[in-house]
């Protein structure tokens, strides 16, 4: 959530309150509440959307359009925001003026479903556990997986300090000559390279990962490295 934070100036500035200099004088001079506290200091930060707003009493909104967007992200690029090492990141790809977040994170290495948007609310939302929305993998692996294997990956496995949640996990195929094996992964939760390392905890090696689905929502219907804008009843959906 601290990477979709901005600072206060900034989100009254982008509100059309005045100038970022001046919307900075004005919580100097305690004319800003942020949920019902004057907050007075430079380097508060808030969440849009969720975060309440007031100058002089006046609910402040941000004007800014809500943007939602599907991505289906190419391997070899991070889902942050601004990378340390500069590295290609997934916002290079989506150019807009609007300044949209990613809604959860895929690895570096894995493709795929990706939604963007600059609505904190939303993201606050589809990230939260209690939501518990689908995610979708395809999974290449080296070798030919067993049925224990299979079996153990849908009942739930040690990850870290943590048993996974029960999985949905379908054969889609197994090929002998040239020794892989390719499963469809549904799962519940969003731990931390979590596809990975279910995988590696039932002694398979991953070659590919790709995020066919966010709940119902698949990218068949984007090349890699496009993406569009979602439907009012896809994001609806999302948020039922
Ligand atoms: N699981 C992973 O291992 N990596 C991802 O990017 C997403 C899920």
Known sequence: ????????????????????????????????????????????????????????????????????????????????????????????????????VPVGRLDMYTSGALILTNDGDFVYKITHPKHEITKTYTVTLKGIIGNQAVENLRDGVKIDDYVTRPAKVKILKTDKEKDISRLEITIHEGKNRQVRKMCEAVGSKVIALHRSKIGELGVKDLKIGNWRYLKDYEIEKLLK
């Open 1 to 100: 959530m601290e990477d979709e934070k901005i600072r206060l100036q900034k989100y009254l500035a982008n509100s059309g309150v005045a100038s970022r200099r001046k919307c900075e004088e004005l919580i100097l001079e305690g004319k800003i509440s942020v949920n019902g506290n004057v907050v007075q200091e430079l380097g508060t930060k808030i969440l849009p959307g969720v975060d309440k707003v007031t100058y002089c009493g006046k609910s402040i909104q941000n004007t800014e359009k809500m943007v939602y967007i599907l991505l289906n992200k190419p391997i070899g690029y991070v889902t942050t925001a601004k990378d340390q090492f500069n590295r290609d990141t997934v916002l290079d790809l989506v150019k807009i003026k609007e300044r949209i």
